[in-house]
């Protein structure tokens, strides 16, 4: 489904992101570790199209989108959560939702299953976003990217700050929607155990690099944890 081959970006003279190819495929979860400044979050700002790369392919479903725009990579099929959720405070949960279907035609209902999905958001439907839990605005998050039906779903941190009971809802979310096969997940992810736990795919960064790569059910042989270690 995404294909990266020999992706290089810089912030001014700094080279960030050094030669970095990996792929996500339908019905996988890809989990994408490594210690703080790596530049994690900055691969996942460049396969949005948020920041520019120096040179390199992006490849999603068979189409070149390097140098397409953040909302023709949205319109393609990609949803994003970022790091710190980013929902609209003074909207509602409602409304938040909506904009998740900014690149579906007019008068697209939200769909039903994100309510199956996460209960919490129905209960909650008019109050504004700023008002939910942190949990609850993660759930939010996911549920906004979710609402247009993507075939690639890119989470960054989805965990971070989020309480025990609500991260267990979360890797079930992710988990289901892998296993209907006709969605490939990329999750950025600090939590190692958690990352562990879901991973079909795994990636390893260091310094803008990709330093190991495997199978989720290696990573235990293969000492990641050690490589992510603090």
Do not use: W
């Not at 979860?29 to 996942?44: A, D, H, P, W």
């Not at 490849?59 to 070149?64: D, H, M, Q, S, V």
């Not at 140098?67 to 393609?76: N, Q, T, V």
């Not at 959560?81 to 609209?88: A, H, Y």
């Amino acid at each position: 489904m995404l294909q990266a081959a020999n992706i290089n970006q810089f912030y001014g003279g700094s080279h960030i992101l050094r030669d970095v190819s990996f792929e996500a495929n339908l019905g996988r979860i890809t989990v994408l570790l490594g210690r703080n400044g790596v530049g994690k979050t900055t691969l996942l700002k460049s396969l949005m199209g948020a920041v520019p790369i120096r040179d390199g392919n992006i490849t999603f479903n068979g189409e070149a989108i390097e140098r397409a725009a953040p909302y023709e990579r949205a319109r393609a099929g990609i949803g994003y959560v970022p790091q710190g959720r980013e929902i609209f405070a003074r909207l509602t949960v409602e409304d938040n939702l909506r904009m998740g279907l900014a690149t579906q035609p007019a008068g697209t209902d939200i769909p039903a299953e994100l309510f199956e999905l996460f209960p919490v958001l129905k209960q909650m439907l008019h109050r504004r976003g700023g008002d939910l839990s942190g949990g609850q605005q993660q759930q939010l998050a996911i549920a906004r990217a979710l609402a247009s039906g993507p075939k690639l779903l890119v989470l960054d941190e989805p965990t971070e700050g989020i309480q025990p009971s609500i991260i267990k809802d979360i890797g079930r979310v992710i988990r289901m929607l892998a296993s209907r096969g006709d969605m490939a997940i990329l999750l950025c992810e600090q939590y190692y155990d958690f990352a562990e736990e879901l991973a079909d795919d795994y990636l390893v960064m260091e310094r803008g690099e990709v330093i190991a790569r495997g199978l989720g059910s290696d990573m235990q042989r293969n000492n990641v944890r050690q490589l992510v270690a603090i």
